[in-house]
């Protein structure tokens, strides 16, 4: 029996991708390669409209699968919120799991075998038990510290697809980064839709990251995705100490302008952010910032607009995710606020963003030309097929040529050219 998962969608779809490869493996079940596979499982992202089109896109090519005797189950964020309505519109889909029943994957699996149909989205699953992953990257282990989020920003679905925060505890997330370092992983990336708000007991987040790096042997330790609301002075402290802990931060901003922030519902001004950030670059050493921002929210303005251009060009951010607003199910903003700004509109300002972006980022890598970076190799690049590829302490992705395989080592790297989204560079020394 063979399986296939596809995975669209965050960190945190990735790695349940992993847990589920785990469980399915463990009841018998190969990878399919480039076979039509016995059971086809697609984790779903429901973050916006583009992403459940091309869900839709897919469940229907995966029909000339379904004919020949395929299994198709859809899993993640689009379960959550559509339940049966997914199998209403397409009846060749076999079971719709949310993020909370994964753990009811062997069961449903038998059911679908024998031609019933299962849709459950129960929150009943200790999903921070889970013994094992196929881990899906070299070099770098997910690790969930915890899942969901109270946040409510008006223009998000993934408080309903996520369901209230739950925190793993304390030994749980121990014994796990443990068992990667064992395995050799030497990035360890621990997940959260709001990692500073995980707490256990008397520990709090900050805690939790002195305790993962007295674990000895790993390389950087990462944390994704961090909210300005809840960024502590204690996690800039911890920062600022250095290695393991990695200098890189993921930080969203959302937008520069107090009025969309507080339509938003994120809970800080811009000024609040401006602070936390420039105390990082103050206190971190290499510190790189990393974050989302959405363009056209309901009621932005121009005005409004280059007030996140202004922010974009005082924080200098190392990288940037930008979305042209979608408005999204269950929201606050769908209901309440207007999607006043026209597609055209949006697209001009994410393209006005992206093109001041990308000379922000050229300018600061071009600063690491000549400089010698460490750099965790985790795979063939992107560009060019005879090059590798890894990121440095900064996250920063930087391609070079190897004889051999440097998958999972860490190397030393001379930087000769810089482009505004990656670097190249030479092997120094071994
Ligand atoms: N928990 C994280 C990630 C949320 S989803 C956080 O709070 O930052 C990842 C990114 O998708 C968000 O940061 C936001 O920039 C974007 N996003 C979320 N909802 C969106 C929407 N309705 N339209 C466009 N982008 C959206
Ligand atoms: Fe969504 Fe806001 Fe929660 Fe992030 S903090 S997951 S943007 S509601
Ligand atoms: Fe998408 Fe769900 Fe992640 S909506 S971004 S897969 S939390």
């Not at 499982?41 to 429901?46: L, Y």
């Not at 038998?110 to 899906?136: C, F, H, P, Q």
Request: glycine share 8%; proline share 3%; hydrophobic share 35%.
């Amino acid at each position: 029996m063979t399986y296939r998962i596809y995975t669209f969608g965050c960190q945190m779809n990735e790695h349940d991708s992993e847990n589920l490869a785990f469980n399915l493996e463990k009841m018998g079940y190969e990878k399919a390669g480039e076979k039509i596979p016995d059971l086809f499982i697609i984790n779903s992202c429901a973050v916006r409209e583009k992403a459940v089109q091309k869900l839709y896109t897919m469940i229907g090519r995966a029909k000339e699968w379904t004919k020949k005797g395929t299994i198709l189950g859809i899993i993640g964020c689009v379960s959550q919120v559509e339940r049966e309505k997914l199998i209403r519109r397409f009846p060749h889909i076999s079971f719709v799991l949310g993020p909370g029943s994964y753990s009811y994957i062997k069961e449903t699996v038998e059911k679908a075998k024998r031609g019933e149909k299962v849709v459950l989205t129960r929150w009943d699953n200790n999903w921070w038990e889970t013994k094992g992953s196929v881990r899906i990257k070299p070099a770098v282990a997910y690790v969930n510290i915890m899942e969901g989020c109270d946040k409510f920003c008006t223009y998000c679905i993934v408080p309903f697809t996520r369901g209230r925060e739950k925190y793993r505890p304390l030994s749980l997330v121990l014994d796990e980064v443990k068992r990667a370092v064992d395995k050799g992983f030497k990035e360890i990336q621990l997940l959260g839709q709001n990692v500073d708000s995980w707490r256990w007991e008397e520990y709090k987040f900050w805690n939790l990251l002195d305790r993962v790096r007295r674990i000895k042997g790993i390389k950087w330790i990462r944390f994704i995705t961090s909210h300005p609301k809840d960024f502590s002075e204690e996690i800039i402290n911890i920062m600022a100490e250095g290695e393991p802990i990695s200098p890189y931060v993921h930080l969203p901003l959302q937008s520069g302008s107090n009025g969309v922030l507080k339509r938003m519902k994120r809970g800080y001004t811009r000024e609040e952010y401006l602070k936390i950030t420039a105390e990082i670059r103050e206190r971190v050493r290499n510190s790189s910032i990393g974050t989302d921002v959405i363009v056209g929210f309901s009621g932005e303005t121009y005005k409004d607009f280059l007030q996140t251009i202004d922010v974009l060009k005082k924080v200098e951010f190392d990288n940037l995710y930008s979305f042209n607003y979608s408005p999204r199910p269950l929201t606050y903003a769908l209901r309440f606020l207007a999607d006043d700004v026209s597609k055209e509109e949006k697209t001009r300002r994410l393209r006005q963003l992206q093109e001041l972006q990308s000379k922000i980022q050229l300018g600061k890598n071009k600063r690491f030309i000549g400089k010698t970076v460490e750099v965790l190799a985790t795979g063939r690049s992107a560009k060019d097929e005879k090059a590798f590829m890894g990121r440095d302490a900064t996250f920063r992705v930087i391609n070079f040529k190897y004889n051999g395989n440097p998958i999972g080592k860490i190397l030393r790297i001379n930087i000769k050219e810089a482009g505004p989204h990656s670097l190249i560079g030479e092997v120094a020394d071994e």
